[in-house]
C-alpha cells in the first residue's frame, strides 16, 4: 500500500498503536533537481479538521557539500481543514550532488501543549533526512523529449490506508525535476466518497467532475497535468485489477476492490466494457501494474488478480510495468508486454510510480493498524516514459501521442536511442542498418550494458541481436540491421543500476 499513510482509522477497533490524536504531518520535498531549479519543501497535513492544532515554528536543516545550513521560520498558523500544504523556507544552497534535509517543527495543542517532531509525526518511525539530489547538468535527452509520470495520485485518492498529494504542490515537484507531464491517476472507487471524509458516500459522477475542474491547467513553462482514472474493473477470471484511462471526459465505476464494500468485492465492469467506453472518447488506455505480485490477504479480502495476454484487448494502449523500483512486478510485467509483442501487438511500454504524494520517500501502512514503514521505491516522477513530441506540450497534443504510434521511452535517468533505417525513435531517418545512442549523467552512473533484441520472421521468441558493455557516460554504435526482422527494441542499464527501455521499432 503506496501513500502517505493514513493512521487514524480502526476498523471499528476500540485501539489501534497507529492512532494518535494529532493530525499525519509529513514533510516532503522532490527526490531531485535540475540544475538551477529552486527546490520546494513543505509540510504536508492531513486530517487536521478532526484533531486541530497551530504550527509555531519550523527549523530547515541542510548537509550538503561538507557544510551544514539551517533557516528558521516562526509561525502562527492554525491548521484546522482535512488537508494543509504549508511552504518551508530553504536554506538557499545550491551545492550539487545529495542534500540531506532535516526539518523540526513545533506545533501547540488546543489546549496549550507544545510539541516538536523531526521530519514527521507518526508513530513507529525513524525521522530520517530526506536526500534531495542536485544533478550538475540536465537529463541528457535531446530536444524535443519530455518526460512524465503516468501513475500517480492526488489528494483526491483518500481512504483507510492512504491519502495522496496536492496537485499544486505535485507541479511545482514536477517542475524542480523537469518533468513535462503527469497524469493524475485518481482511484475509481475513492471517487464515491466525499473528499476529507472518506467514510461519507456521495455522487461519483458529480466528484469526477469536481476533481478534473480542480487540476490545475495548461501554463507556459510548466508540466502539464493530464485528468486521469485508475479504473478498478474484472480480468478474464472476474479478478479485479486495474486499468489507467486518460482524460475520458467521463466517470467510469469500479469499486469492486475499493475495501468499503466488506466482502461483496466483485468487479463492477470487466475490461472489454471498460475499454468500450474509452473507445467512444478515444482516451489511452493502459493496464496498470499488470504483474503487482498479489498477497494472499489481497486475493482473498479484495479479489484482486493479475493481466494475462487475453486480457489484452483493443484498443488498450499501453502496459505499465515499470511502476517505481524494477523488481519481479517489473520482470514479469516486462515479459508479459514482450509476449504481445511476439503476438504482433505493438502496445506502448509505460513508466510510472504509484506515487501519493510520496516526492521523496513513500510512508505507508505496511500492517493495518500496527505498522509503517517508508521506502524509495514509490517517489514521484521516478521512473518515467519519455515520449517525443513535434508541437508544444498540452493536455491534447500528449494525449494524443499516447493514444497514437508515438516513439517512447522508459527511463530513471539515462537516455538510450534505437534507430532502424525506414523508422526511428524520431522523424528522422537513419542512413542503414541501427543506430544506437546512450548517454547516463554521472549522478547516475557510466552505461554499463546495451542489448538490442530482434524478433525474427518464423522465431517464437526474441533473440538476442547485441550485448555491448561500453564502461561510459556516452556512447554510439552502428550495426546491421537483421534481415526478417518483425521488431527490434533496445534495453541499457548503468554501473549504480539506473535503466532504460525503448519501445518496439519495426523496420521499414
Known amino acids: 500500500m503506496n501513500g502517505y499513510a493514513e493512521t487514524h482509522y480502526k476498523f471499528r477497533l476500540p485501539w489501534s498503536p497507529l492512532h494518535r ?122 530536444e524535443g523529449w519530455i518526460s512524465g509520470d503516468l501513475h500517480c495520485h492526488t489528494s483526491w485518492s483518500e481512504d483507510p490506508v492512504e491519502w495522496g498529494g496536492d496537485p499544486e504542490v505535485m507541479r511545482r515537484a514536477a517542475d524542480c ?38 487540476l490545475p491547467a495548461d501554463a507556459p513553462g510548466r508540466s502539464v497535468v493530464l485528468p486521469a482514472e485508475e479504473v478498478s474493473c474484472g ?24 475495501g468499503r464494500r466488506g466482502f461483496r468485492n466483485r468487479p463492477d465492469l470487466s475490461i472489454g466494457q471498460v475499454l468500450a467506453e474509452t473507445a467512444k472518447s478515444g482516451a489511452p488506455a493502459i493496464a496498470a501494474h499488470p504483474k503487482p505480485g498479489i498477497g494472499v490477504v489481497q486475493r482473498l479480502v479484495f479479489r484482486r488478480g493479475d493481466w494475462d495476454l487475453p486480457d ?10 515499470w511502476n517505481g523500483k524494477p523488481g519481479d ?16 501487438n505493438r502496445r506502448l511500454p509505460i513508466a510510472g510510480n504509484d506515487a501519493h504524494g510520496d516526492l521523496n520517500r513513500a510512508t505507508q501502512v505496511s500492517t493495518p493498524l500496527f505498522g509503517l514503514r517508508q521506502t524509495r521505491s514509490h517517489r514521484f516522477g521516478h521512473a518515467r516514459t519519455w515520449v517525443h513530441l513535434d508541437e508544444e506540450p498540452s493536455r491534447n497534443s500528449i494525449r494524443n501521442a499516447l493514444a497514437g504510434d508515438t516513439p517512447t521511452i522508459l ?32 549522478e547516475f552512473g557510466r552505461i554499463r550494458e546495451v542489448r538490442v533484441y530482434a524478433h525474427l520472421k518464423g522465431s517464437a521468441k526474441e533473440d538476442l541481436l547485441l550485448s555491448a558493455s561500453p564502461d561510459a557516460g556516452e556512447w554510439s554504435h552502428r550495426l546491421d540491421a537483421p534481415s526478417g526482422a518483425l521488431y527490434l527494441r533496445a534495453e541499457a542499464e548503468t554501473t549504480k543500476g539506473h535503466r532504460a527501455l525503448t519501445r518496439a521499432v519495426e523496420p521499414g
Not at 471517487?191 to 458516500?201: M, R, S, T, Y
Not at 478474464?236 to 475499493?258: A, S
Open 411 to 442: 527511463s530513471d535517468g539515462p537516455f538510450l536511442s534505437l534507430r532502424v533505417s525506414g523508422a526511428g525513435q524520431t522523424q528522422e531517418r537513419c542512413g542503414s542498418g541501427i543506430e544506437l545512442r546512450a548517454s547516463s549523467p554521472v
Open 235 to 258: 480480468n478474464r477470471d472476474g479478478r479485479n485489477v486495474h486499468l489507467i484511462v486518460v482524460d475520458h471526459p467521463e466517470y467510469l465505476f469500479g469499486q469492486g476492490d475499493g
Open 21 to 142: 490524536r494529532l493530525p499525519e504531518m509529513i514533510v516532503d520535498a522532490p527526490w531531485m533537481a535540475l540544475p538551477g531549479r529552486d527546490v520546494p519543501l513543505f509540510l504536508c497535513v492531513h486530517d487536521a479538521h478532526l484533531f486541530p492544532v497551530t504550527l509555531r515554528a519550523a527549523r530547515v536543516v541542510v548537509r550538503a557539500g561538507g557544510e551544514m545550513r539551517k533557516v528558521e521560520k516562526t509561525f502562527d498558523l492554525r491548521l484546522d481543514q482535512p488537508f494543509h500544504w504549508i511552504d518551508l523556507p530553504w536554506t538557499g544552497t545550491q551545492d550539487l550532488g545529495e542534500n540531506l534535509v532535516d526539518v523540526l517543527f513545533e506545533i501547540e495543542t488546543p489546549k496549550g501543549r507544545r510539541r516538536k517532531f523531526v521530519n514527521h509525526n507518526l508513530p513507529t518511525l525513524a525521522p530520517t533526512s530526506l536526500s534531495v539530489l542536485r544533478l550538475s547538468k540536465p537529463l541528457p535527452f535531446p
Open 177 to 214: 525535476q523537469g518533468m513535462g507531464f503527469w497524469a493524475a491517476t485518481d482511484h475509481s472507487y475513492d471517487f464515491a466518497w466525499e473528499h476529507g471524509n472518506w467514510l461519507v458516500q456521495t455522487d461519483p459522477v458529480e466528484r469526477f467532475r469536481a476533481f478534473r475542474a480542480s
Open 312 to 321: 489484452l484487448v483493443p484498443p488498450l494502449h499501453g502496459l505499465q510495468f
Open 329 to 344: 512486478d517489473f520482470r514479469h510485467g516486462r515479459a508479459l508486454w514482450i509476449s504481445d509483442l511476439l503476438r504482433g
